[in-house]
């Protein structure tokens, strides 16, 4: 490695070789369109008082930053984010994506990423509203890592980096 390489945040390197690798793989990390058919805040709306582990027959196309990722084994969690602040949790399960996309979701997603995810509306075992996906894709790959959530950002930072203030604090959105 030079030297500009080595002065290039870790995280940085990380995220810039996975978003190489997807091209290399033929997957474009920014496409130009996405097929997304609801809001996340339609989602919520048209479902307000599922009950808890509901299957509905409502098949949506949703898109979002990902701002809380839990990576099991057969089953992943993510938690979806919109521009108005709106989330909404979405489930890759090994059953309904398959082998290869559930690995692809492990190795490719990060906190930051936008994400599609096409899927039945459905309420977990724990009654959050959620998205079980049939299929995902990403959306636009982020390159740099999102604050950490429980510090809080300096004055200076928030005026600096004004869309990562919008994107971690929702009183900066309202």
């Not at 995220?15 to 919520?44: Q, S």
């Not at 049939?134 to 809080?152: C, G, I, T």
């Amino acid at each position: 490695m030079d030297s500009a390489e080595t002065e290039i945040p870790e995280q940085f390197r990380i995220r810039r070789d996975k978003r190489a690798r997807l091209l290399a793989e033929g997957h474009d990390p920014y496409p130009v369109a996405i097929e997304r058919t609801h809001t996340l805040a339609e989602v919520r709306a048209a479902h307000p008082d599922l009950p808890v582990d509901t299957t509905t027959d409502d098949i949506v196309g949703v898109a979002g930053r990902v701002v809380f990722a839990r990576n099991t084994g057969k089953l992943c969690f993510a938690t979806l984010q919109d521009g108005d602040g709106t989330r909404l949790q979405v489930m890759i399960s090994f059953d309904k994506v398959g082998r290869e996309a559930l690995d692809a979701w492990k190795a490719d997603v990060d906190l930051g990423d936008i994400v599609y995810v096409h899927g039945t509306v459905i309420s977990s075992r724990r009654g959050e509203l959620s998205v079980l996906a049939d299929s995902w894709r990403m959306a636009a790959k982020s390159l740099r890592p999102l604050p950490v959530a429980h510090k809080e950002m300096s004055e200076e930072a928030r005026v600096r980096q004004r869309y990562v203030d919008l994107i971690v604090r929702p009183q900066a959105r309202g």
